[in-house]
């Protein structure tokens, strides 16, 4: 018993965690951070391996997660280089803004964000989306599209102040 559950999570690594470190990759920009999200996401999902139904959905929530503690992180240390440098009282406010997608993703709230980075960064369809959030299809398809407005209109405010 023990030997065939090592036996499928050996598979289910080797199945997962290039597509899972990749995914990770597009998300962080760097490589280095993104294998140790990917092999953090596999920690908590062995941790946790008798109890977890869907592997492949925790591991790209769990990983979600540590990348928007990643990004979250890349903010605060950011804001404190401006304060040291007291950039934020000089600039203009266009050039506080920064209008790339992986800041206004990382902006949307929880339930509008894990969506996005499933279905679009992950390229799981709307119903496994539906299935790993536990939230009806309806929802999950209202979500994104919510997800999407709140983009394009910050995206466009970000565009009407640039120089």
């Known amino acids: 018993?023990?030997?065939s559950?090592?036996?499928a999570a050996?598979?289910?690594?080797?199945?997962l965690y290039p597509r899972l470190a990749g995914w990770c990759r597009r998300l962080v920009d760097d490589d280095e951070t993104a294998?140790?999200?990917?092999?953090?996401?596999?920690?908590?999902?062995w941790a946790r391996w008798t109890a977890v139904e869907e592997p492949r959905?925790?591991?790209y929530v769990t990983a979600a997660n540590i990348v928007r503690?990643?990004?979250?992180k890349l903010e605060r240390e950011r804001r404190a280089v401006r304060r040291a440098g007291n950039e934020a009282a000089v600039s203009p406010y266009h050039e506080q803004a920064d209008p790339s997608v992986r800041l206004l993703v990382q902006s949307l709230p929880e339930r509008l964000r894990v969506p996005i980075l499933l279905h679009y960064y992950a390229d799981m369809p709307i119903r496994e989306v539906s299935a790993l959030t536990g939230r009806k299809e309806g929802t999950v398809k209202a979500d994104l599209h919510a997800a999407r407005e709140l983009l394009r209109a910050?995206?466009?405010r970000s565009l009407d102040h640039a120089p």
């Open 1 to 3: 018993m023990k030997r």
């Open 5 to 7: 559950r090592e036996r």
């Open 10 to 15: 050996s598979e289910l690594f080797a199945a």
């Open 35 to 45: 294998h140790e999200i990917a092999s953090e996401a596999f920690t908590r999902l």
């Open 57 to 59: 959905g925790f591991l």
């Open 69 to 72: 503690d990643h990004w979250r």
């Open 154 to 156: 910050h995206l466009r």
